[in-house]
């Protein structure tokens, strides 16, 4: 294992040393139960556009601005650009950086608002993020999922406007159930995305269960994250030069 492995790697790596028979059963149990929750969206999360293997391009003016930081902008956004630059993907990116999915796509998005990111092709990929990052509603998305079509979100804006005003305010997600355009299932997979990116993933923990107050107190516990993963690192590094030097293994 290099010691720059990305730690996707070495997360998946964890699975690998699993014996056979175990990963048999993890692989099926994991198949089925993404057939049966995401089975209306698998159209949208194959290997070829799933938004997380995604590798962002910085743009001209985006590599200007990570050299000079003219806007000043908060400092992950240098880190993600620096990041981009050194050819990770949104996985990658997310993973290594102990964030959350939602602030990795809050950023790609500002990014690309600001030019300093390249525009993706596929635009599965920046509506996803947009979602993600909470720049774009519900029923929008689903019009760019093609779950509804252009008719039906606006049929449904004007009566939801109208509930409003005669004080029966209805959420879209509901008023679309109840005109059938969408099913239960759909919006709550869409929903359970949404609510699964605001979650940490830290490799040997999984998903965080400290649920910070507030952003001061998340990016504590960023740091000390980094902080841990940084000493265990510094062990193994020390650890590696000492069997080296027990098995006379040249650098």
């Avoid at 525009?119 to 920046?126: F, G, H, L, R």
Wanted: glycine share 4%; proline share 3%.
């Amino acid at each position: 294992m290099g010691e720059n492995q990305p730690i996707s790697e070495l997360f998946l790596h964890n699975i690998d040393v699993l014996p056979l028979w175990v990963k048999q059963v993890l692989y099926l149990k994991t198949r089925d139960k993404l057939k049966e929750e995401l089975a209306e969206f698998l159209d949208v999360l194959t290997t070829d556009n799933l938004m997380q293997y995604y590798t962002p391009k910085l743009t001209f003016a985006g590599k200007q601005e990570l050299e000079n930081h003219a806007l000043k902008l908060p400092e992950e956004y240098y880190t993600f650009y620096q990041n981009v630059l050194d050819g990770r993907d949104l996985f990658e990116i997310t993973l290594s950086n102990y964030w959350t999915f939602q602030q990795t796509c809050s950023i790609f998005v500002r990014g690309i608002e600001l030019q300093h990111i390249n525009i993706p092709n596929d635009d599965n990929i920046v509506s996803i993020a947009q979602f993600m990052a909470g720049r774009i509603r519900t029923g929008e998305m689903l019009k760019r999922l093609g779950k509804i079509d252009v008719m039906q979100l606006e049929k449904a804006i004007r009566i939801q406007k109208a509930r409003s005003e005669e004080n029966r305010p209805v959420k879209m997600a509901e008023l679309m159930i109840e005109l059938g355009y969408i099913t239960d299932k759909d919006i709550a997979i869409l929903l359970m995305f949404k609510d699964d990116a605001k979650k940490r993933f830290v490799m040997g923990i999984g998903f965080s269960l400290v649920k910070p107050n507030n952003e001061e107190e998340a990016n504590i516990l960023v740091k000390g994250l980094q902080k841990e993963i940084k000493r265990l690192d510094e062990e193994n590094r020390i650890l590696k030069s000492r069997l080296r030097k027990i098995l006379n293994i040249k650098e």
